[in-house]
């Protein structure tokens, strides 16, 4: 509902104010009048009634036109005032109009007097609207004034032109460290570190396309630099144009972000596992080692448990043992076996701990895994190699002893057959006793082979032509149902090991290849040469890098289990039936590999056969096969002094009654001491010295060499049970030294000793 018209009229005469109101009336029906004479009055009704207009006479008795004029100026200038007159003239008017009155109307013409009031408080509403679009911008322009320059964030208007700062706001002034008056004399080249060229080119850019996100570096005050992030816009105001820009100082952000970078690149080349879960054990991350590892990419394995990598090794127990630990707020740690993807199994070392929040919250839980299989075999693998090097030297201790005592058997039952050739009841018996000597001493061979402490003559020998000796002996041992391969490789050369060696190793392999072939099978041997790298050594801490001849033995027999397969080197170790083998034959193919400065690998699975492969160090230069080793007859002495030299007084009888029988003059110590005591109160002398190699206070070498200084033309010949580094280095007989074998047998030892002498 629209108000009634207010109006003021100022006027002393009762009818002017009748003449006035009733011409308003006329084109305003609805309107309040109020009349007043006087300033107090005046002044009242422009703060009480508030007139919309006011009509004011000129002059009146008490007060005054221009006077009310002046006060309506002052007080309510937006009010249209109209000055009535009457008997007046032109002047009048004009010098009230210049005083701001909006209109005049003369009394004599009072009709007009409607319409100046409408035309005037139309202006009035006309300037009341201009007015109030003139505050209302006046007050966003103060907003937007507060908006830039109370904004937390840093605000810089810049002239594209030229660069210059043309304003910057308080956050601006706090970050870059200079007053806003120096900063309003800057350009910002001067705060950006990159070239002129580049940032005018930018400055280009928001200009064309309005608006521009970009990365820069800026500089402050004190020097430092910041990384900073730039939103900037073009705005124009009165036709010209400027960038707007928005500074965010992420110098903060950037490092966090490069370290948390960091951080991240080392936790995915990490060599370990690291995998976080959610408390409920959902999986939220897993870093590269993880896939590496187990196989499963970390799409197919986050938001999944653990659990799918469960083995089924661990029973419950195990895991609810974890689960207790970790959600009480302790670290566990354990090995556990896990699946792979693939289905493989492998043993992990892991860690797994609690993440809590400062007041003791768990949030997460990480676990570190590292994979050990690897380790665990080689761990296994070389505790493996050192129980068989405890074993061989309990072994090599007891099968001395054993060999010397073997030796008096043989000694004694020969020459007592000897005696009773006439006794058939007898002397079958004595050879009853012979045989099983003969065998005790092949299974102390075999113990001795073992503790590679057997003598040893090797050569360079051509692995192949080697073998393809032996190959009629090996058929022979195999029997007709079992087909031998033979597939020599065409670049094998040749090998640096005992011949008799070799051929007792291959005897041990075909013989056990035969056992492990039910019926009928394939026996195939086959050589071949390979280089051996580091890679290949880190997984097999027995071998070193070269090259190598390989020697393969496979058959299509039985095969082995895992566990049977781990013990096959242990002496004694058998899976035959008892007197059907004694568990020696790996046991001397180890040493014997071992003491060639070879190793052997076995393969096998159960029901698809087995492979052995032994690696023998390759030897370039060309070797001579070695003849095998003849059988000696017995040849009888011509009454030649023989000094023996042997600690074991039973071997010592039975070596005096084999060249007494023989035709020798004998004299016998069993210390060092009295043997040269026997030498140098002597005044016949010996033609030759027998001595054991290992004897108490000074070895058999020495004692040579002692006598020698006494008697320089005595011959030498040296025996032992096994290699001693007296005689031989690492178990390997000096060329030159004559030496026998204990146990010996009549025929040997008087073959030798006379072959000795005749030289
Ligand atoms: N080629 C093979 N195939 C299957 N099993 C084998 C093979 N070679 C050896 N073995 C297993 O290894 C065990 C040990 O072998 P080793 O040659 O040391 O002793 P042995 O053959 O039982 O007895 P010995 O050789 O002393 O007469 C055997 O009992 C057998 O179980
Ligand atoms: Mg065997």
């Excluded at 703060?47 to 006077?67: C, H, Q, T, V, W």
């Amino acid at each position: 509902m629209k108000l009634p018209v207010r109006v003021l009229i100022v006027e002393d005469l009762p009818t002017d104010v009748e003449l006035a109101q009733r011409e308003i009336r006329k084109v305003l029906p609805q309107c309040e009048f109020l009349q007043v004479d006087h300033e107090e009055a005046f002044m009242d009704a422009l703060r009480e009634f508030r007139p919309d207009i006011i009509l004011s006479d000129y002059a009146m008795p008490r007060f005054d036109g221009m006077r009310a004029l002046a006060l309506a100026l002052q007080h309510v200038p937006e009010t249209p005032f109209i000055v009535m007159t009457g008997s007046m003239n032109e002047e009048t008017a004009v010098s009230c109009m210049k005083a701001g009155a909006w209109d005049y109307v003369i009394k004599e013409h009072i009709k007009r007097l409607g319409s100046a009031v409408l035309s005037a408080l139309d202006q009035r509403a006309v300037k009341q609207e201009k007015l109030q679009a003139e505050r209302s911008l006046r007050e966003s322009e103060e907003l937007f004034r507060n908006l830039f320059q109370n904004h937390t964030a840093i605000k810089l208007i810049i002239d594209p032109d030229t660069g210059r700062l043309v304003d910057v706001n308080d956050a601006a002034v706090a970050f870059y460290g200079w007053s806003r008056e120096e900063m309003l004399r800057m350009r910002v080249q001067d705060l950006n570190t990159l070239p002129e060229e580049e940032i005018r080119k930018r400055m280009d850019d928001v200009r064309n396309r309005r608006k521009a996100h970009f990365e820069a570096q800026h500089r402050r005050a004190d020097g430092s630099l910041r990384n900073v992030e730039v939103f900037s816009s073009r705005i124009e105001v009165k036709g010209k144009v400027f960038l707007h820009s928005i500074v965010i100082d992420v110098t903060e952000r950037k490092q966090i972000e490069a370290e948390r970078e960091r951080l991240m690149t080392a936790i995915q080349q990490l060599g370990e596992i690291i995998l976080i879960t959610d408390t409920t054990g959902k999986i939220l991350f897993v870093n590269q080692a993880f896939e590496t590892i187990t196989g499963y990419s970390p799409q197919e394995t986050v938001g999944q448990t653990p659990r799918i990598l469960k083995s089924g090794v661990q029973d419950e127990a195990f895991y609810k043992n974890l689960w207790d630990t970790i959600t009480h707020g302790r670290t566990w740690k354990s090995r556990i076996v896990n699946r792979k993807k693939d289905g493989t199994l492998y043993t992990e070392s892991a860690t797994i701990s609690p993440v809590k929040t400062p007041s003791g919250k768990i949030t997460h839980y990480v676990a570190v895994k590292r994979d050990i299989t690897e380790h665990l075999e080689l761990e296994a693998k070389f505790q493996q190699a050192q129980k068989l090097e405890a074993i061989g030297r309990l072994a090599g201790g007891v099968a001395h002893d054993y060999n010397n005592m073997i030796n008096v058997i043989l000694g004694y039952t020969q020459m007592a057959m000897a005696q009773v050739r006439n006794h058939p009841k007898l002397y079958e018996q004595l050879e009853q006793v012979l045989a099983a000597a003969h065998r005790s001493s092949e299974i102390t061979q075999q113990l001795l082979a073992f503790a590679r402490k057997q003598t040893i003559k090797p050569e360079i020998i051509p692995l192949n032509a080697s073998i393809e000796k032996s190959l009629r002996m090996l058929h022979r041992l195999i029997g007709e149902n079992i087909e031998l391969a033979w597939h020599p490789g065409k670049t094998v050369g040749n090998v640096y090991v005992d011949p008799v060696q070799l051929e007792q190793m291959l005897a041990n392999l075909c013989v056990n290849a035969r056992d492990a072939i039910a019926d009928v099978g394939k026996l195939t041997i086959e050589t071949d040469r390979v280089t051996i790298d580091d890679a290949y050594c880190k997984s097999h801490p027995e071998a070193l890098p070269g090259d190598y001849a390989v020697l393969e033995v496979s058959d299509n027999g039985c095969g082995m289990s895992a566990e049977v397969m781990e013990k096959i080197f242990e002496p004694f170790y058998t899976t035959k039936e008892v007197g059907k083998g004694t568990g020696l034959g790996l046991s001397s193919v180890y040493g014997i590999v071992r003491q060639n400065k070879g190793f052997i690998h076995v393969y096998s699975e159960e029901g698809k056969g087995t492979t052995f492969r032994i690696y023998f160090p390759h030897h370039e230069t060309p070797g001579k096969i070695l003849e095998t080793r003849q059988t000696v007859a017995p040849v009888k002495g011509k009454g030649e002094r023989v000094l023996v030299v042997e600690d074991e007084p039973m071997l010592i009888e039975v070596t005096r009654e084999i060249l007494k029988a023989a035709g020798y003059v004998v004299v016998t110590a069993t210390r060092p001491e009295e043997a040269l005591q026997i030498v140098s109160s002597d005044t016949v002398g010996f033609e030759l010295l027998i001595s054991d190699v290992v004897l108490p206070e000074m070895n058999g070498k020495e004692l040579a060499k002692r006598i020698r200084e006494h008697l320089p033309d005595v011959r030498v010949l040296f025996m032992s049970g096994y290699t001693a580094n007296a005689i031989c280095h690492f178990g390997i007989l000096d060329e030159d030294v004559d030496f026998i074998q204990k146990p010996y047998s009549v025929a040997s030892l008087t073959a030798k000793v006379r072959s000795i002498l005749e030289r």
